[in-house]
């Protein structure tokens, strides 16, 4: 049998782990150079093999790949660019299937989160049909924690980390000045339907801290969210609100929504927390602060959960090996074995039911009364943040990895995305 190229490819948004997974890849595929010559990547996702931009990471000392376990980001570039149905846009698979073939490609890696396990799963498809087999393997990675069949997803176990830890020391900090001063604080998490990050605030509550998650799932009332506000504030002195960018009114409409529209056509969204905080400066006329955690929350290695970083890198390794048994249109899954003690192994979920479905926060891991997390969900969240895996310091910062991202000579004409 003789060797193939292999292709991989970061895609959407990024994580602290994601990188972990692209080492995996790597790391794994070097230990069987009798089938897989050379691992390219995509430079910017998917967008890279399209215009045949693919970066030779064979450069890369063992040293540097090794260093991306715990460098976050996107090393190779990451895009928000989704494929078409094979009906509307045949010609950017078939392209993808031209630059497969021209560089030797017989595998596929796609490190992302929905809209990456549908396009995975359509170049399956479409390599059968034209006659240049591709084994297309899906890479889980989202921090909404969204996609189904897996327990959860790499990358939503560090953020959880990080948003519970920053809305616990905000906590401590607006307690502290409660008598004199601010008596709210508002933390706004990523999650467009999703509630699975802003769930993670709710676990300051076992530190004694007062707090209200505003959940997608949950329409949002106002009347019972100030009412709810009040109470805490008054049996507290204080109270912290963690929102999701995705809460929503009864009618369907966001409460952070800009009227614009990202590249996947998807609603943008910001501005939850400062709608929240001045709801409840105009109703109760308390004194408030609020933050948007953004990027700060998916780039925070310095305090990623070891748990999480295991996971994304095993994720990895499991789609090589897959790939290497003769498996195509599936992603390697976590299945959680126990939670007390936490035991997890890797599992596999076929791609044709993963693409574009969606995993919502179950209601028995919501609060009867909306505003806050079930004992089942914080038994299903708190393994998922434990250990920390710190990257290297020098001089008092962490010391990540900048690969050289070698290009490799091009063999096609230009193509117009």
Sequence with gaps: MTAKNAFYAQSGGVTAVINASACGVIETARQHPEQIANVYAGRNGIIGALTE???????????????????????????????????????????????????????????GGGDSADTCYKVSQLSETLGYPVQAIHVPKTVDNDLPITDNCPGFGSVA????????????????????????????????????????GGLIEDHDMPVLVLFPEIDFDQERFLAKVKAMVDAHGFCTIVVSEGAKYPDGRF?????????????QLGGAAPVVANLVKEALGYKFHWAVADYLQRAARHLASKTDVEQAYATGRAGVEMALAGESAIMP???????????????????????????FMPREFITDDGFGITAACKNYLLPLIQGEDYPP????????????????AKKLDVFEI
């Excluded at 980390?161 to 998490?189: G, H, N, Q």
């Excluded at 409460?255 to 609603?267: K, P, S, V, Y």
């Design 333 to 359: 899954t976590i299945e959680r074995l126990s939670s007390d003690p936490y035991q997890w192994q890797v599992g596999k979920a076929p791609l044709s039911e993963v693409a574009n479905v969606e995993k």
């Design 393 to 408: 310091f020098e001089n008092g910062l962490p010391r990540f990895v900048t690969l050289k991202n070698a290009p490799v």
């Design 53 to 111: 931009d693919l970066i030779d990471t064979s450069q890369e000392s063992d040293a540097a790949i090794a260093a991306l376990r715990y460098t976050p980001s996107g090393a190779f570039g990451s895009c928000r660019y989704k494929l078409k149905s094979l009906e509307a846009n045949r010609r950017e698979y078939e392209r993808l299937i031209e630059v497969f073939k021209a560089h030797d490609i017989g595998y596929f890696f796609y490190n």
């Design 255 to 267: 409460l952070a929504e800009q009227g614009t529209r990202d590249a996947f056509g998807h609603a």
């Design 161 to 200: 980390k990080y948003i519970a830890t920053s809305a616990l020391e905000a906590s401590f900090d607006v307690r502290s000045m409660a008598k004199t001063s601010t008596k709210v604080f508002v933390l706004e998490v990523m999650g467009r339907h999703a509630g699975w990050i802003a769930a993670a």
